[in-house]
């Protein structure tokens, strides 16, 4: 994934000190600047004098929740844009939660240092680009899925929508490389079982190629293994991890497409 062109701003709510300064040290590569609250209502007073470009809030916090907070920050039109990204360590229903209250994004503690990274990058570059560019993603945007297994590819597509997008399917690096130049797909579905070449060369490839315009891929990948693409942070520009759920395939594709929308139009005429 390409970087943002400047450095951004980012709030971390996290009242454990030790956990804060992880998450400091897990940013600190993107090269923006970090400022950071202990809990809901330092957070708001933070966001009132000076509001930060993204929000990592915690959930189980003293004085206010991240619930409530991340609730007050879409409320107020201020700040509704500013994405919110809920990380926490609580299970049962917290990513419902966190989505009903406006949260924009959810990571479970700890969160995969690439993975944060790429996320943050993505939200940053959407934020960045929406400021000047307000418009909804395409209506059927052109997906390529790439993966070896038969059951991948059907899922991924159930999971969005046939109806949703127009998809292109690949068994491999070679047969992915024929349909993007035949095709030019708005969003790269890339898993890391191929059945012929590597996901990681056609990923290096397809970010060096620049009449792509910078090619979102989803990677998918299995528990475990995302370590091994720690070196493609600026490649990236989300993951997932199998066995694929369908409310979180949804949401990372739609993501994909609408920072790729939004790439096509604050390109040059």
Not at 122 to 134: D, F, K, V, Y
Not at 138 to 160: C, D
Not at 169 to 194: F, K, N, Y
Not at 238 to 247: F, I, T
């Amino acid at each position: 994934m390409d970087a943002t062109h400047a450095p951004m701003s980012i709030l971390i709510v996290e009242d454990n000190a030790l956990q804060r300064r992880q998450l400091e040290a897990q940013l600190q590569p993107l090269g923006h600047r970090v400022v950071s609250a202990t809990n809901g209502q330092e957070a708001l007073d933070l966001l009132a004098a000076a509001p930060p470009d993204l929000v990592i809030m915690d959930v189980v916090m003293p004085s206010m929740d991240g619930f409530k907070a991340c609730e007050a920050i879409k409320a107020d039109p201020a700040t509704a844009a500013i994405p919110v990204i809920v990380l926490t360590a609580l299970s049962r229903d917290a990513k419902d939660r966190s989505y009903a209250v406006g949260a924009d994004d959810f990571l479970r503690k700890p969160a995969s240092t690439l993975l944060l990274q790429v996320r943050v990058q993505t939200h940053l570059r959407i934020r960045e680009l929406a400021r000047t560019l307000e418009a909804p993603p395409p209506a059927r945007p052109r997906v390529l899925v790439v993966s070896g297994s038969p059951l991948i590819r059907a899922q991924v597509e159930n999971h969005f929508g046939k109806d949703q997008a127009t998809f292109y399917e690949a068994q491999g690096e070679s047969q992915a490389r024929a349909q993007i130049i035949a095709h030019r797909p708005d969003v790269l579905v890339l898993d890391t079982e191929l059945l012929d070449g590597s996901a990681q060369t056609l990923a290096g490839a397809v970010h060096q190629a620049e009449e792509l315009g910078g090619l979102p891929i989803l990677l998918l990948h299995t528990p475990g293994e995302l370590e091994v693409w720690s070196k493609f942070r600026d490649v990236l520009a989300d993951a997932v991890e199998k066995p694929l759920v369908a409310p979180e395939t949804r949401r990372r594709i739609a993501l994909m497409a609408h920072l790729a929308h939004l790439k096509k139009l604050a390109r040059p005429a």
